[in-house]
């Protein structure tokens, strides 16, 4: 068995963004979560695009929510920028 490249060791504070930005390995893998010196999940390809749309679609219809007032409103949600692999990892569904 191969060691995983440094490229591709994220820890959950990193940037979910550019995990999308190069290669997959094994045609699905963006990244190893690493937390604690241990593996904490795997980051696919495939999922992540997923969440990343959730959350541009999220972002379109933000606007339109803005016209009914609500008092249960957490604050908004983060644009694919602000994503983090700690953040889409507690998504429901996960990275798989």
Do not use: N
């Not at 219809?61 to 994503?83: F, H, N, Q, W, Y």
């Amino acid at each position: 068995m191969a060691p995983v490249p440094p490229a591709y060791l994220a820890a959950p504070e990193d940037p979910a963004e550019p995990l999308l930005g190069r290669r997959p390995l094994a045609d699905d893998l963006a990244a190893i979560v690493i937390s604690d010196g241990r593996i904490a999940d795997i980051v696919t390809v495939t999922r992540l695009r997923q969440i990343l749309r959730q959350v541009m679609l999220a972002a379109q219809l933000r606007p339109a929510r803005r016209l009914r007032p609500s008092t249960t409103s957490s604050g908004p949600e983060p644009g694919p920028k602000a994503l983090t692999v700690r953040r889409v990892t507690a998504l429901p569904g996960g990275w798989r």
